[in-house]
Antibody, heavy 121, light 107 residues
Framework: EVQLLESGGGLVQPGGSLRLSCAVS????????MSWLRQAPGKGLEWVSS????????YYPDSVKGRFTISRDNSQNTLYLQMNSLRAEDTAVYYC??????????????WGQGTLVTVSS | DIQMTQSPSSLSASVGDRVTITCRAS??????LNWYQQKPGKAPNLLIY???SLQSGVPSRFSGSGSATDFTLTIDSLQPEDFATYYC?????????FGGGTKVEIK
């Protein structure tokens, strides 16, 4: 059974930092593209970051580029999201998800339950 | 960035109805279009990938169609467990983007 379990969310002040973790089981983590997505309260879904390929290519939208860093520890089957210089607009539930990428498709197939990050003074 | 526009933003339907949700991309995305279902307090669940491929385990009453810029999600014979919010998502290019969602409510 595939399981993704996020942790590390909480309350942080504007300008602060937080590191999210996603523990994965049920598939070969080391060869799987992985992503983070988020959902602000009452809002829609937003893609935050992806880590793809054996070379570990990383991708970010402009809204988090330079502030967030995605990484992985294949020995621990764990995905991370280091978030720095946090802003109020980063307040959201953060999900990790596995990403299937082939020539003709690219989608998020398994998701964790999410962890809430609140940026507030 | 590719903008994804879903319509309607919400709809009311009855059990047994056929429901259609549309999604339009601001530029052509071939068939790099996915659909997700999300229930309150839960993570999204993949329904359809590559515009029309049904994800394993998803009931056959869900179907997707379209290519280029115009796509459709159809639910044949709406069931009580289908009342949820539905999102389309393009995976043609980064940044990966989602539609604003369609909330399907009970009439």
């Amino acid at each position: 059974e595939v399981q993704l379990l996020e942790s590390g969310g909480g309350l942080v002040q504007p300008g602060g930092s937080l590191r999210l973790s996603c523990a994965v089981s049920g598939f070969t983590f080391s060869s799987q593209a992985m992503s983070w997505l988020r959902q602000a309260p009452g809002k829609g879904l937003e893609w935050v970051s992806s880590l793809v390929g054996s070379g570990g290519s990383t991708y970010y939208p402009d809204s988090v580029k330079g502030r967030f860093t995605i990484s992985r520890d294949n020995s621990q089957n764990t995905l991370y999201l280091q978030m720095n210089s946090l802003r109020a607009e980063d307040t959201a539930v953060y999900y990790c998800a596995s990403q299937r990428i082939e020539t003709n498709w690219n989608y998020f197939d398994f998701w964790g339950q999410g962890t809430l990050v609140t940026v507030s003074s | 960035d590719i903008q994804m526009t879903q319509s309607p933003s919400s709809l009311s339907a009855s059990v047994g109805d056929r429901v259609t949700i549309t999604c339009r991309a601001s530029q052509t995305i071939s068939i790099f279009l996915n659909w997700y279902q999300q229930k309150p307090g839960k993570a999204p669940n993949l329904l359809i990938y590559a515009a029309s491929s049904l994800q394993s385990g998803v009931p056959s009453r869900f179907s997707g169609s379209g290519s280029a810029t115009d796509f459709t999600l159809t639910i044949d014979s709406l069931q009580p467990e289908d009342f949820a919010t539905y999102y389309c998502q393009q995976s043609s290019s980064v940044p990966l983007t989602f539609g604003g969602g369609t909330k399907v409510e009970i009439k």
